[in-house]
């Protein structure tokens, strides 16, 4: 997957040419939302227009999962991120909305996620 650079202005449109994908993409549950890992932070585009709608951003080194919470929801759409960083961090990303981070005080190369629901409680 290549994604090419995006200009400056506020509505930021894909432009150019340069790869600065860190991860495996995701998509949002009703799949009109792109989530990248873009260096320390995530991309969220939207599919039908390409246009780049909102970033997370938090980490402090690379971005090296993004994980889309599969339960449902039309309004809430949550997603999980790791990081070199040592951090987990769960986000409402339609807002974008940090809703809780996890240290673990080591880099994190990659995650699995079984349950999501019970660690937001």
Do not use: Q
């Amino acid at each position: 997957l290549r994604l090419l650079r995006i200009s400056e202005s506020p509505r930021k449109m894909i432009r150019g040419g340069r790869n600065y994908i860190t991860s495996s993409p995701a998509f949002s549950n009703d799949a009109k939302k792109l989530l990248l890992c873009t260096a320390n932070s995530v991309s969220v585009f939207s599919v039908d227009t390409g246009l780049l709608i909102t970033s997370l951003e938090g980490h402090t080194a690379p971005v090296t999962t993004v994980i889309v919470d599969p339960a449902y929801d039309e309004i809430l759409t949550y997603c999980w991120t790791a990081s070199l960083d040592g951090k987990i961090r769960i986000w409402e990303f339609s807002t974008p909305k940090l809703l809780k981070t996890f240290d673990t005080h080591l880099p994190i190369y990659s995650l699995v996620c079984k349950k999501f629901h019970t660690l937001l409680k």
